[in-house]
């Protein structure tokens, strides 16, 4: 069975994108025309996108594009980030995963990534869409020497590393909205989900769950996210290899995360200014204690949201989801 996948593979390789007849390939094969079709069937299951033509035969117009451990590590640039790297073609939650792992002793820089999540999670007990084969849904294991009340401060460079890789890889210049968003024309692309596991005064692990929006056709978004969602390929007007992608946002944020550790949060929080969008304009803040309305003044060197509201009155805010 894999004997004859591979060499259907072969031979589209040869092909090199052009047709080959079913005729020929079920010859070359040793197999029938329906079985022929058959094999076809599964590779486009697997993700290959391949052209049936009466009388010209196959012919294969995109290879899948994977992000297994071996996508990733080939060319990877880092000095730890993802040199482990836990990979499923279908999870719940790449962050329940890496939990598991994190107790269990894996090492800092130890990646969970997934093609599938069925139940992947976004804050406060929201969903995360996490369709096959067309994202990146990825779970980094940190154990940085800090004290727990700064882990926010890691949703932030977090933030700006993947701003950072989506601009080397698409040009493409991304905005975030505090604390966790990325938006590109003003829909969200990417979120970031920041878990932490400490004792009052110590930080075992923080997992950093990554979510990227990278290959969805807008008919791809469930209809009630539709209007708020974007992918790269929608804004970019071409497909990107997700694995690429990866191994630029391990580098970031493998480069911003040593930064932060030797000279703190200030140069970090710079570099977020730059991407924020929602500083200076007025904006809604729902907390889980009510809405405040405000202007947004910044953020703190902690990195809590400043707004000011209509009395001049300061609130320093935590967590919230902002409306602009
Ligand atoms: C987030 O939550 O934005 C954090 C998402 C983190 C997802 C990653 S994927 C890998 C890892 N494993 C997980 O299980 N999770 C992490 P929040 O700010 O609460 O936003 C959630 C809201 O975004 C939902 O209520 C929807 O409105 C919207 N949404 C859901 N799926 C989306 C998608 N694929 N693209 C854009 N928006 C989405």
């Not at 040593?258 to 730059?274: A, D, N, T, V």
């Not at 803040?285 to 309305?293: D, E, F, M, P, V």
């Amino acid at each position: 069975q894999s004997d004859t996948r591979k060499k259907l593979l072969e031979l589209f390789a040869e092909a090199n994108g052009d047709f080959i007849s079913g005729q020929k390939i079920s010859e070359i094969l040793g197999c029938s025309r329906a079985a022929v079709w058959k094999h076809i069937e599964e590779l486009r299951k697997e993700g290959f996108e391949l052209e049936a033509v009466r009388r010209l035969g196959y012919r294969i117009v995109s290879t899948p594009d994977k992000v297994t451990a071996n996508e990733i590590q080939l060319g990877l640039k880092t000095e730890t980030f993802g040199h482990f790297v836990h990979f499923e073609e279908e999870v719940a939650s790449t962050q329940k995963i890496a939990l598991k792992l994190a107790y269990e002793g894996a090492k800092e820089g130890t990646l969970v990534i997934s093609e599938l999540q069925t139940a992947g999670r976004g804050r406060m007990g929201r969903k995360w869409f996490s369709p096959k084969g067309t994202g990146i849904w990825m779970s980094l294991i940190l154990r940085p020497p800090i004290p727990p009340q700064k882990a926010p401060q890691l949703t932030l460079l977090t933030a700006v590393a993947i701003c950072q890789a989506i601009q080397q890889v698409t040009g493409i210049v991304p905005d975030i909205k505090w604390p966790n968003d990325i938006l590109l024309n003003g829909k969200k692309c990417v979120g970031i989900l920041t878990e932490l596991q400490a004792d009052p005064d110590r930080v075992h692990s923080v997992i950093i769950g990554i979510g990227v929006n990278v290959n969805q056709t807008v008919e791809q978004f469930p209809e009630d996210i539709r209007t708020i969602a974007t992918s790269l390929a929608i804004e970019k007007g071409e497909r990107i290899k997700r694995a690429r992608l990866v191994q630029e946002i391990l580098l970031q944020l493998e480069k911003l995360y040593h930064q932060y550790l030797q000279h703190g949060f200030r140069p970090i929080k710079l570099l977020w200014e730059g991407y924020a969008v929602s500083i200076g304009k007025k904006i809604t803040a729902r907390t889980l204690n009510g809405s405040i309305k405000g202007t947004a003044l910044g953020i703190t060197d902690e990195g809590l949201l400043m707004l000011e509201d209509e009395d001049k009155h300061i609130h320093y805010i935590h967590s919230a989801d902002i409306q602009l």
